[in-house]
């Protein structure tokens, strides 16, 4: 069973839309969550980060957490064209593996026109 | 903020050479930075941990002998891959840490073994 669950997409959505990425993970431990950008051929880079249950907005990112059912989303409003990039969600353990990142598989988001 | 360089962006190397790649932070201090690879269309995997002034900790699976790691200050790790060979060729990728629970990526470093 994969610690980290995304769904690989593709996602496609028009520009406009709101987009949402869903991410599952196994280890109730995991203290902290974050959702990273990828574009083809570059390193991710980070755009959200979330520690507590519930929602954490930055601009038209909003981070969602539910930790009782392991579950953390990303939602990107009024998406755009160069929002299209893959997605990758990633937590952190808790105890003796603090620090150490684990990430899903990524979900590939495209916005058209 | 939180920089984070690689060099060399690009590097192909003979089957059998070593390669060494620089990760440095350029605005912080991190006393601990992560090396990463990514295959095509994969995830990023962690290879190994690096903390400042002691020995890294790799992932199962990850042979310390050949992902040379030194981390000898608190702005600059190294990741040594020795005696590559082709199935190397892949993008490595390193990341620091503020000291805080966020890690921001240098922008990798893509190696071809011929």
């Known amino acids: 069973q994969k610690e980290v669950e995304q769904n690989s997409g593709p996602l496609s959505v028009p520009e406009g839309a709101i987009a949402s990425l869903n991410c599952t993970y196994s280890d109730r431990g995991s203290q902290s969550f974050f959702w990273y950008r990828q574009y083809s051929g570059k390193s991710p880079e980070l755009i959200m980060s979330?520690?507590?249950?519930g929602d954490k907005e930055d601009g038209r990112f909003t981070a969602q957490l539910n930790k009782a059912s392991q579950y953390v989303s990303l939602l990107i409003r009024d998406s755009q064209p160069s929002d299209s990039a893959t997605y990758l969600c990633?937590?952190?353990?808790?105890?003796?593996?603090?620090?150490?990142?684990?990430f899903g598989q990524g979900t590939i988001l495209t916005v058209h026109p | 903020g939180a920089v984070v360089s690689q060099h060399p962006s690009r590097v192909i190397c003979k089957s059998g050479t070593s390669v060494k790649i620089e990760c440095r932070s350029l605005?912080?201090?991190?006393?601990?930075m992560f090396w990463y690879r990514q295959f095509p269309k994969q995830s990023l995997m962690l290879m190994a941990t690096s903390n400042e002034g002691s020995k890294a900790t790799y992932e199962q699976g990850v042979e310390k002998d050949k992902f040379l790691i030194n981390h000898a200050s608190l702005t600059l790790s190294t990741l040594t891959v020795t005696s590559a060979h082709p199935e190397d060729s892949s993008f490595y990728i390193c990341s620091a840490g503020t000291g805080g629970n966020e890690q921001y990526f240098g922008p990798g470093t893509r190696l071809t073994v011929t």
């Open positions: 605005d912080f201090q991190a006393t601990t």
């Open positions: 979330i520690y507590s249950n």
């Open positions: 990633a937590v952190t353990a808790g105890g003796t593996s603090y620090g150490k990142l684990t």
